[in-house]
């Protein structure tokens, strides 16, 4: 079965500082791959996705992330965070029909 | 770009009640959308697939007397959580997709049940 393991709850970064956020995924086709942003109490922005081609794809907000098949990845990372980048970040894969499987998601706090 | 826009933003009911939430494709038609649910600092899990005109498909485990879906027209369709509970206070998520992939997704942005 389709699964995606984000193994970290709570990261904590200062400003200006790199950031990645790792994700894990199980899925036995190549995989469709997501990466959205939550703020509180709100819905989901789509940050970048990933088909098929270059397995560095470039999203918005200055984050970017790489696919590796042979490590069943796909981090996102940023390389200077800001104080607005505070959010939840949640990795999806694509489970066919349309439906979206989301790990459990990865709060980023950000220091001054 | 797309939007979705999904209403009411908060509401909040009496235990026994049912409560209706839509979700509407603002400048696209949307041939599939999606409901999931989120409970606080937990990740969104898919309730039910709503194609239009036709009926919704179910989660396993979902109960889809408790949650009626009706996607009635291109642009909008509507989760009902009938004789609500306070287990089914939780964050409700729609998404809609007009692509054929697809996985062209545009979320709305929640509504937040609280059932008292």
């Known amino acids: 079965a389709q699964s995606v393991t984000q193994p970290d709850i709570h990261i904590t970064v200062s400003e200006g500082a790199s950031l990645e956020l790792r994700c894990n995924y199980s899925?036995?086709?190549?995989?469709?791959l997501f990466w959205y942003v939550q703020s509180p109490g709100q819905g989901l922005q789509l940050l970048l996705k990933?088909?098929?081609?270059?397995?560095l794809v470039q999203g918005i907000k200055g984050f970017e992330a790489e696919f590796k098949r042979s490590q069943s990845s796909f981090n996102l990372r940023k390389p200077s965070v800001h104080w607005s980048d505070a959010a939840e970040y949640f990795c999806?894969?694509?489970?066919?029909?349309?439906?979206?499987?989301f790990g459990q998601g990865t709060e980023l706090s950000v220091k001054p | 770009g797309a939007v979705v826009s999904q209403h009411p933003s908060r509401v909040i009911c009496k235990s026994g009640t049912s409560v209706k939430i839509e979700c509407r494709s603002l400048?696209?038609?949307?041939?599939?959308m999606f409901w999931y649910r989120q409970f606080p600092k937990q990740s969104l899990m898919l309730m039910a697939t709503?194609?239009?005109?036709?009926?919704?498909?179910?989660e396993q485990g979902v109960e889809k007397d408790k949650f009626l879906i009706n996607h009635a027209s291109l642009t909008l369709s509507t989760l009902t959580v009938t004789s609500a509970h306070p287990e089914d206070s939780s964050f409700y998520i729609c998404?809609?997709?007009?692509?054929?992939?697809?996985?062209?997704?545009?979320f709305g942005s929640g509504t937040r049940l609280t059932v008292v």
């Open positions: 899925y036995g086709a190549t995989p469709y």
């Open positions: 400048d696209f038609q949307a041939t599939t």
């Open positions: 990933y088909f098929s081609g270059d397995t």
């Open positions: 709503s194609n239009e005109g036709s009926k919704a498909t179910y």
């Open positions: 998404s809609a997709t007009q692509g054929t992939s697809g996985y062209g997704y545009t």
């Open positions: 999806a894969v694509g489970a066919g029909g349309g439906k979206l499987i």
